[in-house]
């Protein structure tokens, strides 16, 4: 994964992989380590495979067994060598090996939390929000997160989609002008061919009324080595494509995560994160602190921190809303802006996304509001004496603007 341009600062230049590699795949030559498709082949499977490679907890082998109907195991190797073999709490290892807990269905805990399939008029869109649509274009993943609340989809079934879905797919957008902006997800999009993601790209391209692209993936922090030049030149020509992924804890920000992120960024691509919320796993101020500040350095801008959603064997990773709340006032005004994520609720169902936040008011006048800043202080702000917000210019701007 050669880059031509220095990293940023501050990155450790060793494989984070390297020590874990040398124990688990001793047989993995450098251009099998550095291929991509090597990685897919070698992904471990099932119990038999596991057991190989990481001594499981009872609890774990368990919970293998019983969720083997409910969703499919899988991990790259690459992720595999990050994973902690001695600690059953190692965040990689959380998110990626199951437990017993997961193979209990609660009560109010929905198959389909965000209710995209009540509004999914193509096998491939989903339609909720008035000027953006999701693309499910495939059901595969590099590792199967088992916090995966797309599990209905990623559990196996579904596949890639074929030509004629794809192509009513991308007619639906055509058909639809108000669609801005299209979120293309499954699946992990990254893992298509090249050939195949621009039979997607291209025609969205071609329609006048889609403004921008999103392409959700995990690979930049499961299969880091999927990013390559070819994959980033692509997804240049077909700009704006802004890449959404997906990193919960600090430990997967490796310097191949960062070369991954680094060179989606040089090539003119930026990369949002969206993590989720986890129950000892990340549930913590300082970790999801230490998570934004290690994103910033690799150019990556922390957006999203989502509560986990309703879904089906996820109990035990969700936390109290209060949690969030608190993290988030741990973290605003005790570090820059630009690491404080939005908390967000896709609230079960499908109402959408709402945030949430500290409360930093005290009192509400008519003519000034007390606020309480990040330290506790008290501080007065008045409303101003005019209050007529109309834009008398926006009618003329409407009139002449630009392109
Ligand atoms: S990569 Fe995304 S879609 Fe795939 S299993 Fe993980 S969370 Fe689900």
Known sequence: MSSSLPPSKGTPARPASQAGRAVLFPEATDAQWADWRWHQR??????????????????????????????????????LSLIDRDHPLCPIRMQSIPVRAEARVRPGELEDPLGEDKTRPEEAIVHKYPDRVLFLALDTCSVYCRHCTRRRITKGGEAELSKEQMRRGIEYIRQHPEVRDVLISGGDPFLLTEERLEELLAPLYDIPHVEMVRIGTRVPVCLPMRVTDS???????????YVVTHFNHPKEVTPEAREACERLVDHGVPVENQAVLMRRLNSDARIIQELSHALLRIRVRPYYLHQMDVAQGCEHLRTPLAKGVEILQQ????????????????LPGG????????????????????????KGERYVYPEPEELDCSCPYDAVWRERRWG
């Open 42 to 79: 070698n992904a471990v499977r099932n119990l038999a495979q596991l057991e190989k490679v990481i001594p499981l907890t009872p609890d774990e082998r368990a919970g293998v067994q019983e969720t083997s109907s409910l969703f499919r195991v899988g991990i790259s190797p690459y992720y």
């Open 331 to 346: 973290l605003r005004g005790h570090t820059s802006g630009l690491a404080v994520p939005h908390l967000a609720v896709d």
């Open 231 to 241: 994959l980033a030149r692509l997804l240049r020509r077909y700009a704006p494509v």
């Open 351 to 374: 109402g959408g996304k709402v945030t949430l936040q500290p409360d930093y008011v005290v009192e509400r006048g008519t003519h000034d509001t007390v606020f309480r800043n990040y």
